[in-house]
């Protein structure tokens, strides 16, 4: 069974802390993503990666960075936290090549204050 | 701009009946997923359907995927309480490696 951890279940932070969320997966995956989920504004994608150092920008990438030094670990960074970046993260990975499914972590609810 | 519809966003229904969730997407794309998320949980992979004409089921649970259409429908029959949760269909974007997600349907099954 492919296996995606994250760091932290729950977490709060102060606003203008630097923030790390990690997000591992067991399964050897080519591609790994960080979402964010708000009521009411679904599943949006802030970052993915397809391969070690490589990283892409998804729809809402303003106020994060990423890194991906190896292949099963990719971090989220909130560069100076701030009260709109309170929300769900979810991070998934997902096989290289077509007809794959993302398989994703259980999520970390940051909240800060 | 790939772009996914999910109808309706929120569903109230009563134990025992049928209905169907639907899912439109704007661009050729013959690979779709269905997902469930339970509250405060995250999401949970149901199906995946890859060609067109795909049929899959799962218990109460079955989806299938008409390409030429750019739908999918997840139907559940005769539902239960056990079912209610957030469901997201999610499409490939071509010569990518990521999905887009539909808004999500929200569930409730009414005992």
């Known amino acids: 069974d492919v296996k995606v951890t994250q760091s932290s279940r729950y977490l709060v932070k102060r606003t203008g802390e630097k923030v790390f969320l990690e997000c591992v997966q067991d399964?050897?995956?080519?591609?790994m993503f960080w979402y964010r989920q708000d009521p009411g504004l679904g599943l949006r994608l802030i970052y993915f990666?397809?391969?070690?150092?490589?990283?892409e920008k998804g729809d809402i990438p303003e106020g994060y960075s990423v890194s991906r030094e190896k292949k099963e670990r990719f971090s989220l960074i909130l560069e100076s936290a701030s009260t709109n970046q309170t929300s769900m993260y979810l991070c998934?990975?997902?096989?290289?090549?077509?007809?794959?499914?993302?398989?994703f972590g259980p999520g970390t609810r940051l909240t800060v204050t | 701009e790939l772009k996914v519809e999910q109808n309706p966003l929120f569903l109230s229904m009563q134990e025992g009946k049928n209905y169907t969730i639907y899912c439109n997407y704007s661009?050729?794309?013959?690979?779709l997923y269905w997902y469930r998320q339970d509250p405060g949980k995250s999401l949970e992979s149901l199906f995946v359907?890859?060609?067109?004409?795909a049929v899959k089921q799962e218990g109460r649970l079955m989806a299938s995927l008409d390409t030429k259409a750019r739908l999918s429908t997840l139907h559940i029959t005769a539902a239960v309480h056990d079912l209610s949760a957030t469901y997201f269909c999610?499409?490939?974007?071509?010569?990518?490696?990521?999905?887009?997600f539909g808004q999500g349907t929200r569930l409730t099954i009414n005992p």
């Open positions: 998934a990975s997902r096989q290289g090549g077509a007809g794959y499914e993302q398989y």
């Open positions: 399964m050897d995956h080519e591609n």
């Open positions: 990666s397809y391969d070690v150092k490589m990283k």
């Open positions: 359907l890859l060609s067109n004409g």
């Open positions: 661009t050729t794309s013959d690979r």
């Open positions: 999610a499409v490939d974007v071509k010569g990518a490696q990521k999905l887009v």
